[in-house]
């Protein structure tokens, strides 16, 4: 089992930025990808960013050049920095961990972005 817990959401003005943090605990061993996804209304969710356990890392075609995926071994979190936020960046982040027994979700933070 492997355990998932978002901070970081809020409030933002367009342009500006937040860090969205996931803790990690439980069975870390097994874990082989990380990731953040997000769902804004009425729309499915879909992958932001994600890092593998090589520490390669993917984005969105919405989100390059302004959100950077990053992990912190020691203290078993894993980061979201976002910049130049836009309106559309607007929903709910979710972490997500991917291990070879299964997949494991966050509950989620909620990223408002005001225009």
């Known amino acids: 089992q492997v355990q998932l817990v978002e901070s970081g959401g809020g409030l933002v003005q367009a342009g500006g930025s937040l860090r969205l943090s996931c803790v990690v605990s439980?069975?870390?061993?097994?874990?082989?990808?990380m990731g953040w996804y997000r769902q804004a209304p009425g729309k499915q969710r879909e992958m932001v960013a994600q890092?593998?356990?090589?520490?390669?890392?993917t984005y969105g075609d919405s989100v390059k050049g302004r959100f950077a995926i990053s992990r912190d071994s020691v203290k078993n979190t894993e980061y979201l920095q976002m910049n130049s936020l836009k309106p559309e960046d607007t929903g709910v982040y979710y972490c997500?961990?991917?291990?070879?027994?299964?997949?494991?979700w966050g509950r989620g933070t909620q990223v408002t972005v005001s225009s």
């Open positions: 997500k961990a991917v291990t070879g027994l299964g997949v494991y």
């Open positions: 439980g069975n870390m061993f097994n874990i082989n990808v």
């Open positions: 890092i593998t356990r090589g520490g390669f890392p």
